[in-house]
C-alpha cells in the first residue's frame, strides 16, 4: 500500500499564497501523484499531477499559471504551490497515487488517497 500525508493547508485571504505539501510512504507501486481538491457540495476534481516516471506535469485550466506541482525525491514529497489564491480554490485538497493513467486529472484512476488538508481563501 501507499501511504499518502497531506499538510500544508490554511486560512487566507485572496491574493496570498499557500504550499502543501504531500508525503508518500510505503509501496513505491505508482507513477503518477496528483493534487486533488472538493469544495463543499461540489464532486472532486483534479487540480494537478507529477509523473514520476516521466517529469510530466498536468494542471486543470483553473490553475495554470498560479499553481506549480514540484517534487523532492529526497523528501518522498510532492508539493503543490499555490499563488494568487481566490475564493474558488477553497476546498479540501487531496493527493493520490496512481500506477497508470492516460487521464491524470481524473480522479477514477487513482488508487490510494491521503486524508486531505483544508483550504479556504476568504476575505
Known amino acids: 500500500q501507499v501511504q499518502l500525508v497531506e499538510s500544508g493547508g490554511g486560512y487566507v485571504q485572496p491574493g496570498q499564497s499557500l504550499t502543501l505539501a504531500c508525503a508518500h510512504s510505503?509501496?513505491?507501486?505508482?507513477?503518477?501523484i496528483g493534487w486533488f481538491r472538493q469544495a463543499p457540495g461540489k464532486e472532486r476534481e483534479g487540480v494537478s499531477s507529477f509523473s514520476t516516471v516521466y517529469g510530466t506535469k498536468h494542471y486543470a485550466m483553473s490553475v495554470v499559471g498560479r499553481f506549480t506541482i514540484s517534487r523532492i525525491d529526497a523528501k518522498n514529497t510532492v508539493y503543490l504551490q499555490m499563488s494568487d489564491l481566490k475564493p474558488g480554490d477553497t476546498g479540501i485538497y487531496y493527493c493520490a497515487s496512481s500506477r497508470a493513467t492516460t487521464t491524470p486529472l481524473n480522479p477514477r484512476d487513482y488508487d490510494y488517497w491521503g486524508q486531505g488538508t483544508r483550504v479556504t481563501v476568504s476575505s
Open positions: 510505503g509501496s513505491l507501486d505508482f507513477d503518477v
